[in-house]
């Protein structure tokens, strides 16, 4: 399975299936993969017979997935190496509210990668400040230089091979 996380709405696709959140509360859940700091619940969600726990290291920023059944017993982690915005996407033209499409689980058609949840420290390993001043820009729809994120999407490609996330801007 695939899995994507919207941070700000606690959004998570599953392969093209959006699911909402049922719970929100933060607890500690166990320590790091990557450097055995403690990480933070941050959201809830059912999936089928499983419940998803998303939670973010405190230390490292990394995002991982915990899945359990529902007993609370522990099936597998996965680290969250893909981010996505909720966006509307023609729904006002179509009269659909972002409750029917939510509550629907159909297919999210657009998204751009949020890379608030990217630690700026590893984005600076790859691209240069303008290039990732040009990423933000663009996933917040704002005014960009296309020719520094024309450079930047070049370097997509090494940023996943180097840290496993894969962006999509």
């Given at each position: 399975?695939?899995?994507?996380?919207?941070?700000?709405?606690?959004?998570?696709?599953?392969?093209?299936?959006?699911?909402?959140?049922?719970?929100?509360?933060?607890?500690?859940?166990?320590?790091?993969?990557?450097?055995?700091?403690?990480?933070?619940?941050?959201?809830?969600?059912?999936?089928?017979?499983?419940?998803?726990?998303?939670?973010?290291c405190e230390k490292c920023g990394a995002s991982f997935i915990n899945l359990y059944d529902r007993e609370w017993n522990w099936l597998s982690e996965q680290p969250i190496s893909h981010f996505f915005s909720y966006t509307e996407s023609n729904m006002h033209e179509k009269g659909e509210s972002n409750k029917a499409r939510i509550s629907d689980r159909s297919v999210l058609e657009v998204y751009y990668t949020d890379l608030s949840k990217v630690p700026l420290n590893k984005l600076n390993t790859i691209f240069s400040p303008s290039e990732i001043e040009a990423m933000f820009s663009k996933s917040l729809g704002e005014k960009y230089v296309r020719q520094y994120l024309y450079?930047?999407?070049?370097?997509?490609?090494?940023?996943?091979?180097?840290?496993?996330?894969?962006?999509?801007?």
């Open positions: 399975m695939l899995f994507k996380y919207d941070s700000s709405n606690n959004f998570l696709q599953v392969d093209n299936t959006i699911v909402p959140s049922y719970d929100l509360t933060k607890n500690p859940i166990g320590t790091c993969s990557f450097c055995d700091a403690q990480i933070i619940s941050q959201s809830h969600h059912y999936l089928g017979n499983d419940i998803a726990v998303v939670a973010c450079r930047a999407r070049k370097k997509y490609k090494k940023f996943q091979d180097v840290f496993g996330i894969t962006l999509d801007i």
